[in-house]
């Protein structure tokens, strides 16, 4: 079982939906979750960071985390096409605090 | 405030040489983790480096290997590359290591080797 597991999609949604990126982990221990976007050709850009049960908002960006179920997910209201990109979920396990275990990432479409 | 630095931005090497590459943190950022990223393992720790000392390392030979200065600037050391080692070398900053601090990663190094 993979430490941390994402969908790798494409996930294709029209412009001003609502896109649900989905993320699961095996170490039930772990406390911090990081959202990256990174856009073809690019480096991984922070998006957002959760370390409580429950919602975290920022902008058009939810953070969503359940520690109970292993589960952390993205959501992204009012998609635009500028949103298109590839979305890793990173966890801090809790053998070593210091580094960040990323998934494979899910590909993002918003079309027009 | 500047982002985080990487130099060189592309290099192309054959296999046997070694390689060196630079990360200049975030103004005030004291710890640098190196990544490396490829199209078939994703994103993969390689070391952390804070107070000019390795704290932890990630599952690779001791080909690949890292220092940082006392000024926080970081570099990795690759040595006899093999085709494998072709991928893109991501430095992220963060404040200190731990639990809660967040990363920000710089452009990346993108190493062909041939």
């Not at chain 1, 699961?24 to 979750?33: E, I, K, L, M, V």
């Not at chain 2, 103004?27 to 932890?56: A, C, I, K």
Request: hydrophobic letters at 30%; glycine letters at 8%.
């Amino acid at each position: 079982q993979k430490e941390v597991e994402q969908n790798s999609g494409p996930l294709s949604v029209p412009e001003g939906a609502i896109a649900s990126l989905n993320c699961t982990y095996s170490d039930r221990g772990s406390q911090s979750f990081f959202w990256y976007r990174q856009y073809s050709g690019k480096s991984p850009e922070l998006i957002m960071s959760i370390y409580s049960n429950g919602d975290k908002e920022d902008g058009r960006f939810t953070a969503q985390l359940n520690k109970a179920s292993q589960y952390v997910s993205l959501l992204i209201r009012d998609s635009q096409p500028s949103d298109s990109a590839t979305y890793l979920c990173a966890v801090t396990p809790p053998y070593n605090t210091d580094k960040l275990i990323f998934g494979t990432g899910t590909r993002l479409q918003v079309f027009p | 405030k500047a982002g985080v630095t990487q130099t060189p931005r592309y290099l192309i090497k054959t296999r046997g040489q070694q390689v060196t590459l630079s990360c200049s943190p975030i103004s005030g950022h004291r710890s640098v983790s190196w990544y490396q990223q490829t199209p078939g393992q994703g994103l993969q720790f390689l070391f952390e480096y804070f107070s000019e000392t390795q704290r932890n390392k990630g599952n690779f030979p001791g080909r690949f290997s890292g220092r940082q200065f006392s000024n926080s600037r970081s570099e990795m050391n690759v040595s006899t590359l093999e085709l494998g080692d072709s991928a893109l070398y991501l430095c992220a900053s963060s404040l200190a290591p731990g639990l809660y601090n967040e990363q920000f990663f710089g452009p990346g190094t993108r190493l062909t080797v041939l």
